[in-house]
């Protein structure tokens, strides 16, 4: 796969630790030569001083046809130009812009660009999740702290995977209350069956949460 990192710092440095193996042909962009040349150092491969702004910087690393295009700069506007050119002239497949106005997340979506990532925006869709979990679990609770709720995505080569609520036979005492089956909410009995790609939603004692989610969390061996 071919992966083009334009500038970033350790946002760069991260990615290119991620990427960085035989499977993948990693070309590096920077526009600052000293964070170029640190790149390069710390993670021993050639990194190209050079705008991602900039066509002929662009034709000059060599980013044609690259299945991965990351956008990383401090600027949202140029992290958006970036990711245009990459997309227009060089034909990359997908392209993913790091945006610091939580409002361009979607705007930039809406204008060609394959994904925009905020930390911002994702710190306000996480609270808002918990939130709305916490809102749930306090339904639930006979005392605070004493009754928790946890949510498992049954995997292919999960030990769950077609056994029967009944089977299950856990060492600590839980409550399986739904199960979400896309598009469908099931309120299981005994006799259902757990598949791949099922939500399992699972209420416990707080004392044995991390019990209950070890015992979720087999694998088939």
């Not at 997908?94 to 930390?119: H, Q, W």
């Not at 069956?193 to 694998?219: G, I, N, T, W, Y």
């Amino acid at each position: 796969m071919k992966v083009v990192v334009a500038d970033g710092n350790e946002e760069a440095d991260y990615i290119i630790r991620m990427y960085h193996n035989r499977q993948n042909n990693l070309v590096v962009l920077n526009s600052s030569g000293s964070i170029a040349n640190e790149l390069s150092r710390k993670n021993r491969i050639d990194v190209i001083f050079g705008k991602p702004t900039s066509e002929y910087d662009l034709r000059l690393a060599g980013i044609e046809g690259a299945d991965l295009f990351l956008a990383l700069g401090e600027k949202d506007v140029d992290n958006y130009v970036a990711c245009k050119m990459a997309k227009l002239l060089f034909h990359a497949k997908r392209t993913i812009a790091i945006v610091k106005n939580p409002e361009n997340v979607d705007l930039f979506k809406r204008l060609g660009i394959d994904s925009a990532v905020c930390s911002t925006y994702l710190l306000g869709e996480t609270i808002e999740q918990e939130a709305s979990i916490e809102s749930l679990i306090k339904t639930l609770s006979l005392e605070d702290n004493k009754i928790t709720m946890l949510e498992i995505t049954v995997e292919k080569d999960s030990a769950l995977a077609g056994m029967a609520l009944k089977d299950l036979k856990p060492d600590v005492p839980l409550n399986v209350c739904c199960v979400f089956r896309n598009p469908s909410v099931l309120i299981p009995n005994g006799q259902t069956v757990l598949l791949p790609r099922d939500k399992v939603f699972v209420v416990a004692s707080s004392e044995h949460k991390a019990s209950v989610m070890q015992f979720l969390s087999r694998k088939n061996t």
